[in-house]
């Protein structure tokens, strides 16, 4: 069946520019992560989703992120006002519902974000 | 919350050698990923595990719960097994949730 799929691939904007990045869970899967790796660091959590529990905002590195879940299905992450420290890999994964033994995550191919 | 460590950094190896990769965390789990991101970005899960071992192929995960340690081996290695290796658990313990990342280990394999 189809993996996660993220949109747009590549997205190069400008300094202060808003960008949506979009991503399409596995259907069936209730939990949705964010991730982000920055050139040359390792992957870092941003936001979680799981069924429609109030979503772990915790890993937002500041209120100009913001993300959200229509349901459980598709996801928008929204970064207002771009940096060029928000150039970034951004991942999205997906994991089956909370109370299986563990939870595998499947990740999509990610969004590479260069702002300019 | 967890702390993932990672050894080594970096690695490079012959074709045909024996790899191992190390992972140590600090916060019982009950799930540990070993992810592998190839050159051009893309992650691919490659194990998920909660005890003893697991073999895909050429490669094999193991863990320790009690000494809250994996490791990673690929027998017979080949240039295209080079990628970095990423070792993930649980942020807060347990099986779910957010995932905490190692730092990668970058694997070259030489021809």
């Known amino acids: 069946g189809a993996g996660v799929s993220q949109s747009p691939s590549n997205k190069v904007t400008e300094k202060g520019k808003d960008v949506e990045l979009r991503c399409d869970p596995i259907s069936g899967h209730t939990a949705l992560y964010w991730y982000r790796q920055r050139l040359g660091q390792g992957l870092e959590f941003l936001i979680y989703f799981q069924g429609n529990s109030a979503p772990d905002k915790s890993g937002l590195p500041s209120d100009r992120f913001s993300a959200e879940r229509t349901g459980e299905s598709v996801s928008t992450l929204t970064i207002q006002r771009t940096q060029q420290e928000d150039s970034a890999v951004y991942l999205c994964a997906s994991s089956l519902a909370v109370g299986v033994p563990a939870n595998e995550q499947y990740f999509g191919p990610g969004t590479r974000l260069t702002v300019t | ?111």
């Open chain 2, 1 to 111: 919350k967890n702390e993932v460590e990672q050894s080594p950094q970096n690695l490079t190896a012959q074709e045909g050698e024996f790899i191992t990769i190390n992972c140590s965390y600090s916060v019982g789990i009950s799930a540990l990923h070993w992810l592998q991101q190839h050159p051009g970005g893309g992650i691919v899960s490659l194990f998920m595990l909660s005890s003893g071992k697991k073999k895909h192929g050429r490669l094999i995960a193991t863990i320790n719960i009690q000494e809250k340690h994996s490791s990673l081996h690929i027998t017979a290695s080949h240039p295209r097994d080079s990628a970095v290796y990423i070792c993930a658990v649980p942020h807060y313990g347990g099986s779910q949730g957010n995932l905490i990342f190692g730092k990668g280990t970058k694997l070259s394999v030489k021809p």
